[in-house]
């Protein structure tokens, strides 16, 4: 913890202390400053939030991300909150930079009161998030410019501030990084490209990066070095529509995961930003190799001919959600990956407009989907009539996965908007959320609100909106509080997309006790998949959506772990053990025929000596292997 502390004091001695001050909380309620709205402060409160708060700083900007927020907070081991924003220090947005503060449990303040530590030395700087470096060290990933007029990816570790290397070409600037760290302490990046021509609507690439840090003997960070690849520091990985990738790595394994929305539109002939679903790459060993992408969504499209032929709407629609632009990715205690993720309703063939597509405007689903269970499971239900919430949001939005290591129950964060109260623009407000899941998604509960805000009037006066916006919560429980951050918009919309007006905005930190989040009553549930050929629900039978052998669990162990595999249909199987030379150990199945389903297998390598062993499922048209550590 001091080597952490005297890292962000490194920080903190460039530019923190010649910044405003910003008005500080003074009572149980969290108030909230806006100074555009009068000559003198005025101050609001969150009316019933669960917890405590306390305020990290402060911001012009309403929004922080476009898309998915990745992980704007975290806690390292020793229970120090790690909070992170993007800054805009006047009216005009055009001083905006990265800043972070940091929350200490024994005095339980923020160490640089709230004002917070300037991230970036750059001109202009945005879109941060953040991972922890071994539970303890942050770093933190942005876009900044430092020459010129062009936006370049960056991560911030301590006082070293590293810009991977990019290709340039007259369409390219690769920014909006995500940024997560492996057990080993190599980062991994992946990054949204930019269109140069301006087009908001213009296809974009996404790109990963592997960074390995040097630390001194201290352990101070000396630099970050970055994998070479054609495109400079950067891989080309798919060509999208919407800024949504996320990158999640184990605590317990090399496993690192990344997903993104994928467009299941021809890119060359009039794409959409609405039609889309879940990619995902899975590494086994710190991002040297990546699987091929698993389409974790595998939406129906729609069908034509069914159509034009006097087919059922129905039925020629295939489904009729699509995956929209945020998304987060987490690996729990098992190496299990979960995603949660936003939908819309999506139909392309109406029985009115038979040769015109419809996008919903406002409703929406958040869903949850896990590796261990393959289950499509509803998170948080958005399907109802409300205001425009305006430019890239929906009724429900920005899902935040976190896992508590000692219950490993699964908890998911996410803004949901009001039906009833709206600004004198028009624009509704949204309340933080939280949701648990006690069976690892399996069945999840009604969300609770913990921010509860209400206005006073409606419509609400500028300035008086209170509207709590792109929250995001720390991936891990500690000390038995879930750890949350967010912004309180003074007025709702997103003014830089010419909505509402300029206000000061406050951000919150907001500690909540994990016992205060309600595990009943339970969220009935909505098939994911609407309809099939058949119109028929593709999910509600259990059996697993994918093929798949799981990492094992425990890992390392010893001397006994277990083996898990998912088979979509009978099949013969079988599952042998190697040794890191090639040799086999033992045969655990011998082409077994099995049910579909889940299957586990208990190995007991008590005979064995350490060292890494091979598991090896075969399937007739699949094979796949894992790596076990085996420590005595």
Known sequence: M????CILLLTACIGASSLPAAPRQTSSKAEINSPSTSSQPTFHTLDDYVGTTDTAGTTW????????????????????????????????????????????????????????????HSQRAGYICQTLIRDALPAFAFHQITTGSDSRAA??????????????????EIIWPKIGADINANLHLISTENPRDANPDAPRRIYYSRGVPEFDPEGFPLDIVWDEFVCGNFELWDTVMVISADVACSRHSERCAIAWCHSMDDLSDNPSLYNNEIYMRISEDGGLNWDEPINVTQWTPWDPDCYH????????????????????????????IHLAFTTIGFWWYLPDQSDSGFVDPTRSMIYHWCEGTGYYRLVANGWFDGYQPGAWQRNVQRPSLAVDPQT?????????????????????MADAFVTVSTNGGIHWAVGTNVTNTTPDVTPVPAGQSMHERDVTVAPLVSGGFLHMEYVVDNDAGSVEHGEGTWSLNRVIYQQIPVDQIAVLPLLEDYPMHCRDSLGTSRTSSGVPAHLLLHQNYPNPFNPATMIQFDLTQRATVTLRIYNILGQQVTTLLDHIPLAPGAHKLAFDASSYPSGVYICQLTAPGFSAARKMLLLK
């Open 155 to 172: 991560v911030a570790l301590g006082d070293v501030i590293s810009e991977p290397e990019q290709c340039y070409g007259p369409y390219l």
């Open 408 to 428: 490993e129950y699964v908890y998911c964060s996410y803004m949901q908007y009001d039906t009833t109260t709206y600004n004198w623009a028009g624009f509704p």
């Open 61 to 120: 900007y309403d929004y922080q991300h476009s898309g998915s927020c990745g992980k704007m907070i975290d806690v390292d081991a020793a229970g120090m909150v790690s909070v992170a924003w993007m800054n805009a220090l006047d009216e005009a947005l055009v001083n905006r930079y990265v800043y972070a503060n940091s929350w200490d449990p024994t005095t339980e303040d923020f160490m640089f009161d709230t004002i917070g530590v300037w991230i970036d």
């Open 309 to 336: 032929s006097g087919g059922d709407p129905l039925v020629c629609d295939r489904d009729t959600f699509r995956c929209y632009t945020d998304l987060s990715i987490l690996l729990d205690e098992n190496d299990y």
């Open 2 to 5: 001091l080597r952490r502390l």
